[in-house]
């Protein structure tokens, strides 16, 4: 069984910074690749960004480039999203996600999910 617990979702005014973590457990030795999505109420899931096993490449959508930053200190099994200049349109459940590619957008190719935090951007 593997685990996903994401955490440091809450609530921030536009423009401002926010910092959500995930960390992996369970059976499998090899975490592989890790990231995140984001589902706005109504809405489908989206991917957000990706990073590799070894923390030494990193995938973003377009919609977050330049403002998101994703991180795996040591390449270990917990990564780290960096999110500034937050806008309402980023009000979502994130949920963290293991899969065999970083660079891989949609969520049936993830086999594991965490339960996801809220993050509302609102003034």
């Known amino acids: 069984q593997v685990d996903l617990v994401e955490s440091g979702g809450g609530l921030v005014q536009p423009g401002g910074s926010l910092r959500l973590s995930c960390t992996s457990s369970?059976?499998?030795?090899?975490?592989?690749?890790m990231g995140w999505f984001r589902q706005a109420p109504g809405q489908d899931r989206e991917f957000v960004s990706g990073?590799?096993?070894?923390?030494?490449?990193?995938y973003y959508a377009e919609s977050v480039k330049g403002r998101f930053t994703l991180s795996r200190p040591n390449a270990g099994k917990t990564i780290d999203l960096e999110m500034k200049n937050l806008k309402p349109e980023g009000t979502a459940v994130y949920s963290c996600?293991?899969?065999?590619?970083?660079?891989?957008?949609?969520?049936?190719?993830?086999?594991?999910w965490g339960r996801g935090t809220q993050v509302t951007v609102s003034s």
């Open positions: 996600v293991r899969g065999s590619s970083y660079r891989n957008v949609h969520p049936h190719e993830y086999r594991y």
């Open positions: 369970g059976r499998t030795s090899s975490v592989g690749a």
């Open positions: 990073i590799s096993w070894d923390g030494r490449s990193t």
